[in-house]
Nanobody, 127 residues
Framework: QVQLEESGGGLVQAGDSLTLSCVANGRTFSSLDGGWFRQPPGLEREFVAAISRARKTSHVSDSVKGRFTISKNNTGDSTESTVYLQMNSLKPEDTAIYFC????????????????WGQGTQVTVSS
């Protein structure tokens, strides 16, 4: 069983930066693809970004491209257990609960259906 735990959310002002972290337990991101989703108030959950286990492919949604970056700790071995989401130039419309996600298979084969989810961390951006 894989458990994902997010941290790093909070209340920031427009234009600020924030880094979210997701730690995996049970398996590591050397054997999982990792990613982030978000759910704005009153809206459905949406895909934000994903990174492959070998870091050969990564992708961010058009809505955050150029501002958000996904990465993971680069140990090169089985201890790669953390995925990050660096968020710059935050906007009020980025306000959402951000969820960490992981796929046993390649993320692009089932982008909207990860195998594992975290509990979420709240990010609030004030104007």
């Amino acid at each position: 069983q894989v458990q994902l735990e997010e941290s790093g959310g909070g209340l920031v002002q427009a234009g600020d930066s924030l880094t979210l972290s997701c730690v995996a337990n049970g398996r590591t991101f050397s054997s999982l693809d990792g990613g982030w989703f978000r759910q704005p108030p009153g809206l459905e959950r949406e895909f934000v970004a994903a990174i492959s286990r070998a870091r050969k492919t990564s992708h961010v949604s058009d809505s955050v491209k150029g501002r958000f970056t996904i990465s993971k700790n680069n140990t090169g071995d089985s201890t790669e257990s953390t995925v990050y989401l660096q968020m710059n130039s935050l906007k009020p419309e980025d306000t959402a609960i951000y969820f960490c996600a992981a796929w046993s298979d390649r993320w692009y084969r089932s982008q909207q259906k990860p195998d594992y989810w975290g509990q979420g961390t709240q990010v609030t951006v004030s104007s």
